[in-house]
């Protein structure tokens, strides 16, 4: 035996440390290794728990924005009206009760968009209809063009016939006579003092009142 031993002495010894270099290997690097494997997933895991979720920019963008608009005339409960944008004359009306069964509403474009500040009026039927097509049609032009004005009021003392005629139900004729009128008898003293110029009566000067000034 010793005969043996001596001879494969060096084959034994290779043997013994290629052997030790794999046990090394299988309890220490491959342990340091599924550990540092189980730390990245411990570490993903984590970091997808507490991330939050992105919104995508085109949701926000395209939520429609809160308008208010005032209903007025034959309507069964008129007032002011909270809305969305993407609303239509139609939606205002119905929001405000339907119209009334004394309601003129051939004029009256339903398929409109609501616009922020925009006053709908609806004419009954024994109100003239041209004059109410006029009113309409500048109460159109009035709520497209003010949008960016911060006051919304028209200085009716100082107003050129094309300012004035911006106003819902003011036409070239109407803004002719409020100019004439300030000419002759001097500047308007107070709102109500408009209702004294010829052509301007209670319904048309309810649409004025809130947006025209005297100062």
């Known amino acids: 035996m010793q005969p043996f031993v001596e001879k494969y002495k060096k084959q034994i010894t290779i043997f013994g440390s290629v052997l030790a270099v794999i046990v090394v290997y299988f ?4 342990d340091s290794s599924n550990s540092a494997t189980i730390e990245t997933i411990d570490q993903m895991a984590m970091a997808t728990i507490g991330s939050t979720p992105n919104i995508p ?5 395209d939520t429609p924005q809160t308008i208010i608009v005032d209903v007025k005339g034959a309507v069964k409960y008129p007032g002011v009206y909270t809305l969305s944008e993407e609303q239509r004359i139609v939606d205002a009306i119905e929001a405000a009760g339907g119209y009334t069964d004394d309601a003129n509403p ?3 474009n339903h398929a409109q968009k609501l616009q922020d500040e925009m006053v709908v009026y609806i004419p009954n039927s024994s109100e003239d209809a041209l004059e109410e097509m006029e009113l309409l049609l500048q ?4 709520n497209s063009t003010s949008s960016g ?3 919304g009021k028209i200085n009716i003392n100082k107003a050129t016939e094309s300012e004035l005629t911006q106003l819902p139900g003011v036409g070239p004729s109407k ?3 409020i100019i004439q009128h300030r000419s002759e008898h001097g500047n308007f003293q107070k709102v109500d003092d408009l209702k004294q110029v010829t052509g301007i009566g209670d319904k ?3 649409q004025l009142k809130d947006l025209i000034d005297v100062k």
């Open 149 to 151: 004005n911060s006051s």
């Open 27 to 30: 309890f220490f690097i491959q």
């Open 57 to 61: 920019e085109t949701e926000l963008e």
């Open 204 to 206: 048309t000067f309810e």
């Open 139 to 142: 109460m159109t032009e009035t």
């Open 106 to 108: 051939i004029l009256i």
């Open 175 to 177: 803004a002719s006579a």
